[in-house]
Each structure stands twice: as C-alpha cells, then as structure tokens.
C-alpha cells in the first residue's frame, strides 16, 4: 500500500453538533477545501472540487454513500472517493475521526489532510 501524505495528523474540523444526519459542511483545513457528510453510514469527508470540472459536491447529492455532482452526474464512493464513471477521475477522500464524548452532540469530527490510496494492482 502506497501512503500520500499531506500533515500527516490530524486536525479539528468541527462539532458534531454543527454537522447533523443528513447534512454537510464545507470546511477549509490546511489549505483543502473539504465537504463533510453526515449519512446513514458514516462522516466521510472529500476534496469539495469534482475532479471532472470543478463543481462544488457540497451540493451533490447523496444516497446509500454515493455522492452524484449535480453538474454532469458523475458519481463517487464516499469512503474511497473511487468513481463509478470512467469519464471521471477518483475523488480524494480524507481519513475522519471522532473523538470520544459522552455525548454525540458535543462530539469533535476530526480530519486528516492525507489519505491511504489503494494497493497497486
Ligand atoms: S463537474 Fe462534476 S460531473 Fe462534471
């Protein structure tokens, strides 16, 4: 497995509270522009720019983890970033974490500004 490094660690992105189910945030950390998710499967958070010609996937929408850019419908894994078109290319998906609390509301959603690629085939 190949490792990409941007910081290498991990930094604050916001309070859960701030990021219900069902929603998304736009988040700048370490200079990336960063579309936070709240789905049914998870927090996922992606470069904000499509890699097919720049339209914000803030406003995508999104279904069963699988973000569709409202611009010319190319269609992405959230948690790998992988496309499902080969007109596009691959998404860049960034690591989250959440820091343990008490309470989900208080929760910290943290992110990582490097990422895991896949093994080479
Ligand atoms: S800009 Fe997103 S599919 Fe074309």
Sequence with gaps: MKEH??????VRALNLE???????????LEGHVIALFN???GIFAVDNRCPHM??????????????TCHWHHARFD????GTFDQWADDLRAFP??????????S????SATFRWSLPNP
């Design 54 to 67: 720049g339209f914000p996937l803030d406003r995508g929408s999104v279904k069963d983890c699988i973000l």
């Design 39 to 41: 789905t049914g499967g």
């Design 107 to 110: 929760a910290t959603v943290w």
């Design 96 to 105: 989250v974490i959440r820091s343990s609390s008490t309470s989900s509301a």
């Design 18 to 28: 701030h990021l219900p189910p069902g929603e998304r945030r736009v988040v700048t």
């Design 78 to 81: 959230l948690a790998s970033g």
């Design 5 to 10: 490094r941007g910081s290498g660690r991990f």
